[in-house]
């Protein structure tokens, strides 16, 4: 029988040493992205649209490349957002996680050994409450915070010692707004800017 707690684990470590290295997540929205964030030395993608059957090629290119992969469940055609959808992306098209704002999937993706990514919207305080509840209800493995530009003005009220590891996504266009978002309790900025695949951390 198959220990998903463990799987889970071990993914969750791959992904903070992935990211420790390489703070980029890049944001894919189709196939032809993928051979560049080889290139540009990316661990971890997220598939942010699309449908089932790109997401199987996407898959199987990412774990050829020795890429973690994240499918952002919300936004994919032809995947159910239950407990079974979450089983057929774990068993038959063979993602290491997921990224969504329903913490009911984040636990269900968690039950079949994926890693569940809760996204938040911090659009003003009373979001960041919102948010921050959700999260202790859904306990996902990690957080993406949106739009990233947000996270310099309230870093001072999220305490990592709450939180799970933290990522920021959206709205990021320059490498200053990236090193100036990229700093604890940040673990890394998601984007879909390829020009910005390539950052290192100094």
């Known amino acids: 029988m198959i220990n998903y707690r463990s799987v889970r684990q071990k993914r969750l470590q791959s992904l903070k040493e992935g990211l420790a290295r390489k703070p980029i997540i890049a944001g894919l929205k189709g196939l032809k992205e ?56 774990a068993n038959e098209v063979g993602i290491d996680g997921v990224l969504t704002t329903k913490g009911y999937l ?6 079949v050994g994926m890693l569940g990514i809760q996204r938040l919207f911090m659009l003003d305080s009373e979001a ?3 948010g921050l509840r959700m999260i202790q209800s859904s306990q996902p493995d990690a957080v993406e915070i949106l739009p990233a530009l947000v996270l310099p003005a309230v870093r001072e009220r999220l305490s990592p010692h709450e939180l799970p590891p933290m990522i920021a996504g959206g709205l990021v266009e320059t490498k200053d707004e990236l090193e100036r978002i990229v700093k604890p309790p940040v673990l890394a900025v998601s984007t879909s800017r390829s020009e910005l695949w390539n950052y290192e951390r100094v």
């Open 106 to 111: 984040v636990t269900a993706a968690q039950k």
């Open 128 to 130: 960041l409450k919102t």
């Open 34 to 89: 993928v051979l560049r964030t080889r290139e540009a030395g990316v661990k971890v993608c997220f598939y942010l649209t699309g449908d089932i059957f790109e997401l199987r090629r996407l898959a199987k290119l990412c774990k050829e490349q020795g890429q973690m992969l994240f499918a952002h469940v919300d936004l994919i055609g032809g995947i159910a957002k239950d407990g079974p959808g979450m089983e057929v992306l």
